[in-house]
């Protein structure tokens, strides 16, 4: 009961953001997130490197926004 | 408002790897630069120079030298609030060579709070085997496998508040073809005191799915952390969780300091084994590390000079970093096997019955140096 009351909730909260979503965090608000020390990766070129040392030691592979061919685990 | 295409730049980096017997150096060259006010082209170059005493390799072969050379090119075009996403991936290796196409859309909505990417990816690959005829290395020419690899990547950032973002990833992966190191040996029990080597055998697909989450926060003074949490599971049974922290910190108007740290985990494929009961004794064997149980510990620090030269009014900034990471790996289930079968064909003065080795450690120093222009 409690379960279907709070997809009720969800579903309604959803229902009246789609119908008007306004954006809650206005371009002019934007200062800290534009910092460049807010960007995920600062470095992509640092970044791309270290993806593919972990990449090729370790048994987990993707969803960390790199991209890459090549093996040189041998 | 429309999105917004990455900012030119150029990035010049130098690396070294070195843990576990293996060197990895390299420079790696990445320049990027729109061309009108919709199209941005990428380009890298990138060279791995290996060379390998690894412990696998200690056990089983010779100490090896190698070089992978990997070019890339992207492009990305703005239109509206969509960007499109193309790219090639080059990489060369003497036993391997890969080329990896990608395509990918992403859309910003709800006011740019929200932003939705959708990316396909697809390598070929060729395998070839290095032997030594007549002390020239060549490729086996017996040997010559080939693999696909297909990933499917879903992605959104959300702006959560004017200090806080957030991200969701999500990409499956396919290979199909051959997966195993064609050098690579499992070892077995022949009786309790003596063990064979045999060649890995490992399925000839593999299905992976990977979830990410990442967040970054401003904090009341200029200043930011951010946190990253994964998780993998794959058909080989492996099921991996990684987990990152890091703070970025500026210093007066030059300087950027930068601390991180990562956890990693793992549990052993299904057919992996440190050593076998016996020979041939399932369909599929493997004793690659990689494959094995262990957690990992990563940490470092990055510091960053920013400067301006006046007389190169072109350039709107410059930066010079150096990065340094420290890592240690243990490993649940792969023993350090040169206590009992030596190191490249030599045995040990007083060998360990197999099995009772120690367990394997690794530690590795991972540097890096690199110089950034933004334009």
Redesign the interface.
């Known amino acids: 009961m409690r379960i279907r009351g709070l997809i009720l909730i969800t579903l309604a909260v959803l229902s009246a953001g789609c119908s008007s979503?306004?954006?809650?965090?206005k371009?002019y608000?934007?200062?800290?997130?534009a910092?460049p020390?807010?960007s995920?990766t600062?470095?992509?070129?640092?970044q791309?490197?270290?993806d593919h040392?972990?990449e090729?030691?370790?048994?987990?592979?993707?969803?960390?926004?790199g991209?890459?061919?090549?093996?040189?685990?041998? | 408002?429309a999105g917004v295409l990455p900012e030119d730049r150029a990035?010049l980096?130098y690396?070294r790897?070195d843990g576990g017997g293996v060197e990895?150096t390299g420079p790696?060259?990445?320049v990027r630069k729109s061309i009108g006010e919709h199209v941005s082209v990428a380009a890298?170059y990138?060279i791995?120079m290996?060379s390998s005493a690894s412990v696998d390799v200690e056990t089983s072969a010779s100490p090896y030298e190698d070089e992978?050379t990997?070019g890339?090119l992207s492009m990305d075009f703005l239109h509206g609030k969509s960007t499109y996403s193309i790219?090639y991936?080059?990489?060369?290796?003497s036993?391997?060579l890969?080329?990896?196409m990608?395509a990918s859309i992403s859309h910003d909505m709800?006011?740019?709070?929200t932003t939705i990417s959708f990316?396909y990816?697809n390598?070929q690959?060729e395998v070839f085997r290095n032997v030594k005829i007549d002390g020239v290395k060549v490729n086996d020419p017996n040997f010559a496998e080939e693999m696909e690899s297909k990933?499917f990547?879903l992605?959104i950032s959300q702006?959560v508040?004017?200090?806080m973002?957030m991200?969701g990833?999500?990409?499956?992966?396919t290979d199909e073809g051959w997966l195993n190191?064609?050098?690579?040996s499992v070892r077995f029990f022949i009786d309790p005191f003596t063990q064979g080597q045999q060649a890995e055998v490992y399925p000839n697909t593999r299905s992976?799915?990977?979830?990410?989450f990442?967040t970054?926060y401003?904090l009341p003074y200029?200043?930011?952390i951010?946190g990253m949490y994964?998780f993998?599971t794959?058909t080989?049974g492996?099921v991996?969780h990684?987990g990152e922290l890091g703070y970025?910190h500026?210093l007066g108007s030059h300087w950027?300091f930068?601390a991180r740290a990562r956890y990693?985990t793992?549990t052993k494929?299904d057919f992996y084994e440190d050593i076998f009961p016996r020979a041939d004794y399932a369909n599929f064997l493997a004793r690659d590390k990689?494959?094995a149980t262990y957690d990992?510990v990563?940490a470092g620090l990055?510091a960053t000079y920013e400067f301006k030269i006046d007389r190169f009014p072109w350039l709107a900034k410059g930066a010079l970093?150096f990065?340094y990471?420290y890592m240690t790996?243990n490993y649940d289930d792969f023993r350090d096997a040169r206590f009992s079968l030596g190191s490249f064909g030599t045995l040990p003065d007083d060998p360990l019955q197999p099995g009772t080795e120690p367990l394997y450690k690794l530690n590795a120093h991972?540097m890096?140096f690199?110089i950034?222009a933004y334009f």
């Open positions: 979503i306004e954006p809650w965090v371009p608000d934007r200062e800290n997130l910092d020390i807010m995920f600062r470095a992509p070129i640092s791309d490197f270290l040392v972990f090729s030691r370790e048994g987990s592979r993707g969803a960390t926004g991209g890459g061919g090549g093996c040189g685990c041998n | 408002m990035d980096l690396f790897y990895i790696s060259v990445l890298n990138y791995d290996v992978r990997q890339s790219g991936v080059n990489s060369d290796e036993d391997y890969a080329k990896t990608f709800f006011g740019d709070l990316g990816k390598g690959n990933s990547n992605s702006i508040t004017k200090n973002i991200s990833q999500y990409e499956v992966i190191s064609p050098y690579r992976s799915n990977a979830a990410s990442r970054k401003f200029r200043a930011a951010d994964r993998y794959d080989w492996v991996g990684t970025v500026p950027i930068e990693y793992q494929a990689e494959l990992a990563t990055t970093s990065r990471d790996v991972i890096q690199y950034s």
